[in-house]
């Protein structure tokens, strides 16, 4: 059995954190001081066409399109993006996901799996603190999901030529590249937005001198005399009456600013106009469920009253998982974000990183190694670089739910993912970390590891390190199995809880009420793509599109 080190509770989310690479944003400015401001000078009541609550990933690219030619007010319960150097650069990302104060861009929770997560509570949403990587979803994900692929296409074209930029592949990444070809990943597919099996280069999302670009950065495509966007802004109720045809219909929303005072929003007359949730995945059934959409039983237990018994809210949550493997490597690495992917036939997908460790912590670190593989270094250890190596299960098949946490909505609703519930996700989690040792054991990325640093040692290491809130098996050490159970950690890409055909409908209405849909992740059955982000963010510009034409016919 391998031995244990003791780790404090923040060196243990740190590590975390740092097993990943998400960092904030950076972008030319939008004329935000047109139309852009704090909730706290907002008036007591104002009309608008459409009310969008929530300025993420799907929102930005919505309103955007929207106020071409209707008055749309954007609803953000974060602040702006720019101006704060951690979330400005790659170099920031740490102190971005450690913040835990109640205003940071970075939300923590942890399900009850024992997994930490994250989520964006700043304009661009979980676009401003991802990993960066862009590509789009595969053909076959747009055919099942009933789009018109000219338009999704457009759609795609409008993001990419605002936020996405080609990568500098270095040393590392190519390494893993020249790895994943060796282990058998082929073809090489070159640079690409496509998602095509094989080994590729993406897009990013982080320009050439290291600055997020992110979803709030579309918002330069908006009229700024037809947009508004409240900052700090939580909406709380969802105003609803009743249509001609005595339908539940809904009229505008009610939202508190910063300093607790309530705001009123309505929507003009006429029969188009409509409040759009894009509050992502765990906001939009949150929302719905709040204010009386949702599973009855649950909703009267916390003393909401019914609007709609709708027992499919917050049903369908599911949570991509994620495992790697660290590697110490004597060998100077630049810092790299998810550049080179293998999407393999097993169904999963190979991705990597390197320095993105904290240099303070990486010696202890490599000395816990060094004692696991019988070896020994100098105290004085310094310059050891990290880097990473890790697989996503695709799809997946597992599937969850999410439940009212309180009637706060401040607070996170309580998340379920049932990660390798699906036996499923459980093989094709153990066909990917055997690619994963192949690709390490391959001759390019083997020259990154110590000689003395076998596959079962790093296997080890990852088992001492506390990534996660789960129990560790002793049966983890040699069983790939119980090692993907025990070590689980997220890829953000979680998803559900509004889904299409059983929340909402093909035209991401809400089923049994009129003036209100659901356009964000929270309507995927499966996470689109190697990163779903593309795909979200041309979601907002395609639904915009489409409700633009049925108000104003060609």
Known sequence: MASVIRWSPLLALSLW??????????????????????????????????????????GCALAATLSASSKVLLLERGGLPYGDPNLAHVTGFRKTLADTSPTSASQLFVSTDGVFNHRGRVLGGSSAINAGFYTRASNQYVVEAGWDSRLVNESYGWVETKVVFRPRVLEWQSAVRDGLLEAGVSPLRGTTYEHLHGTKTGGSTFDENGYRHTAADLLEYADPTKITVHLYATVYKIL?????????????????????????????????????????????????????????????????????????????????????????????????????????????????????????????????????????????????????????????????????ESNDPNDNPRVTFNYFQDPRDLQRCVQGMEIVKRVIESRPVSAFRYPFSTFQSLINLMLAIPNNLRRRHVSASHSMEQFCVDTVMTIWHYHGGCQVDRVVDRDYRVIGVDGLRVIDGSTFYTSPGTNPQATVMMLGRYMGQKILRERIPQ
């Open 240 to 404: 609803f009456g009743s249509s001609p045809e005595r339908r539940t219909k809904s009229y505008g929303v009610l939202f508190r600013d910063s300093k607790g005072n309530r705001h009123v929003a309505y929507l003009n007359s006429g029969p188009t106009n409509e409040v759009i949730l894009s509050a992502g995945a765990l906001g939009s059934p949150q929302l719905l469920m709040l204010n009386g959409i949702g599973p009855a039983r649950q909703l009267r237990a916390h003393g909401i009253t019914v609007i709609l018994d709708q027992p499919m809210v917050g049903q369908g949550m599911s949570d991509n998982p994620m495992n790697a493997v660290i590697i110490p490597s004597h060998r100077p690495v630049e810092v790299s974000l998810i550049q080179v992917v293998g999407i393999t036939n097993a169904g999963s997908y190979i991705e990597a990183a390197s320095r993105v460790l904290e240099q303070a912590l990486t010696p202890a670190l490599v000395q816990h190694f060094a004692r696991l593989a019988n070896q020994t270094f100098p105290e004085a250890t310094r310059n050891i670089q990290d880097v990473i190596i890790l697989e996503k299960v695709m799809g997946p098949f597992s599937r969850g739910y999410l439940e009212l």
């Open 17 to 58: 954190i740092f097993f990943f690479i998400i960092i904030a944003c950076y972008a030319e400015k939008a004329p935000y001081a047109s139309f852009a401001r704090d909730a706290t000078s907002a008036p007591p009541s104002e009309y608008f066409d459409y009310i969008i609550v929530g300025g993420g990933t799907a």
